[in-house]
């Protein structure tokens, strides 16, 4: 099935752990998720594209930011995961101030993705995450990834179960596998609806 939003280019254009490092200034949207939540793996679903953003059996593995230009007209943007266990707290420490810096620059954020894993009910790190956004008023979606490690009951559940723990209505979170591709088209429709990516403007630089 093709995504709402036709993808005819899209390629890995830096990494950066500083503002000084990051590409010109351009529109995007930015993935942020535990370490082992299945974010590399989403990107590429979602841009049916196989290798373009790494994926590694190492959680914590990814520790720079790194930019994808997406259509010639925005950026989706890779956070380091977090919470990995097996890294440093050294390493660990970095990551704050890393992915404030990001938020806190002058680039054109229109808001970020943030991964939860439906079997998990969101931790304290990520309820801090949360606040944080809501603070800085930046735009967020909501994706339960590895959907289809749950039954259809199991899936509904949990999807309820977190929206709770959020304080957050259902409707606002979409359930997504990069295995069945459950939910990519829910993506996509948000991102369009939420972050106000221009479908026609796109359509224009095919």
């Known amino acids: 099935m093709q995504s709402i939003l036709p993808i005819k280019s899209a390629e890995f254009v830096t990494s950066a752990v500083k503002p000084s490092q990051y590409p010109e200034s351009m529109p995007q949207i930015a993935f942020c998720g535990r370490s082992n939540v299945g974010k590399s793996s989403m990107i590429n679903c979602i841009l049916n594209r196989k290798k373009l953003v790494k994926t590694s059996s190492t959680p914590g593995k990814t520790r720079l930011i790194n930019f994808f230009r997406i259509n010639e007209s925005y950026y989706f943007v890779d ?10 707290k050294k390493e660990r420490a ?13 680039q054109e954020v229109l ?29 967020y979606l909501i994706v339960l990834t590895k959907a289809d490690k749950l039954s259809k009951t199991k899936q509904i559940h949990q999807h309820k179960r977190i929206a709770e723990h959020l304080s957050i209505p259902a409707e ?31 359509n224009e630089n095919e």
């Open 94 to 106: 970095k990551w704050r101030p890393m992915v404030e810096s990001y938020f806190k620059s002058k």
């Open 111 to 139: 808001g970020v993705v943030i991964l939860l894993d439906i079997r998990h009910d969101p931790r304290p790190e990520e309820m801090e995450l949360f606040s944080w956004f809501d603070q800085y008023q930046i735009p």
């Open 79 to 88: 956070l380091p995961g977090y919470g990995y266990a097996k890294v440093s």
């Open 172 to 202: 606002g979170i979409i359930r997504f596998s990069t295995k069945t591709r459950q939910g990519k088209e829910d993506i996509w429709s948000a991102f369009m609806e939420i972050f106000d990516i221009d479908q026609e403007q796109d």
